[in-house]
């Protein structure tokens, strides 16, 4: 089985440009997740997606990421514009729906790095 | 509420010695409760996890956690370290109300040959 694909692997941009991410969970999986991980620190939730409708936003800056999940699949993160600040790992976890849903599979990430 | 405590954020252990990280939690509800490890540049694997059944769990690579309620621990060990082990884990709790996992903040397991 798949697991969950993210890309690109590494980017680097400077500030005040814009960036966006990818991920392709693991089939079947309704539920998807992206978290941001400064270095030193475990995962942050940034958003969660059932289907292709935002189940909790409440961790994202609004005001420069935004992300969206057409067609219940794939996904995309975008920072616009980015700070120095959002130098991170961005990852990207799905889970399935029902009784297994408490289980997140993670994807490689994407190291971000905003000079 | 959830919360997590990794008591240590660094562990060194001698290849062949037992490994212990330690773990604890608060939540409000009947928690999951997750051991994840992540290697460098790599993301983050599932090692194992609890959810209310046995509360001595086997995972993946000779790990194992016991799930103590009245301590609210929950502590990865291992008998015997290998060099392969070493990496950052993570504990994790999810209340599983809203499907929300928190994490601590992460143990880094050196293993000295």
């Known amino acids: 089985e798949a697991g969950v694909a993210q890309s690109p692997r590494y980017k680097i941009i400077e500030k005040r440009q814009s960036v966006a991410f990818w991920c392709n969970p693991i089939s079947g999986h309704a539920t998807l997740y992206w978290y941001q991980q400064i270095l030193g620190q475990g995962p942050k939730l940034l958003i969660q997606f059932q289907n292709n409708g935002v189940v909790d936003d409440s961790q994202l800056p609004k005001d420069r990421f935004s992300a969206e999940r057409l067609k219940g699949v794939d996904s995309t993160l975008k920072i616009q514009p980015a700070k120095l600040e959002d130098s991170a790992v961005y990852l990207c976890?799905?889970?399935?729906?029902?009784?297994?849903?408490?289980?997140?599979?993670f994807g490689p990430g994407t190291r971000l790095t905003v000079l | 509420a959830q919360s997590v405590t990794q008591l240590d954020s660094h562990v060194s252990v001698s290849e062949g010695t037992p490994v212990l990280l330690r773990c604890n939690y608060s939540?409000?509800?009947?928690?999951?409760l997750f051991w994840y490890v992540q290697h460098p540049n790599k993301g983050l694997q599932l090692l194992l996890k609890?959810?209310?059944?046995?509360?001595l769990v086997k995972g993946i690579n000779g790990f194992e956690a016991e799930f103590k309620k009245s301590e609210t621990s929950f502590h990865l060990t291992k008998p015997s370290a290998h060099m392969s082990d070493a990496a950052e884990y993570f504990c994790v709790v999810n209340n599983n109300a809203g499907n929300m996992l928190t994490f601590g903040g992460g143990t880094r397991l050196m293993v000295k040959p």
């Open positions: 609890y959810t209310s059944a046995a509360t």
């Open positions: 939540s409000s509800y009947s928690p999951s």
């Open positions: 976890a799905s889970s399935l729906a029902g009784r297994s849903r408490d289980t997140q599979y």
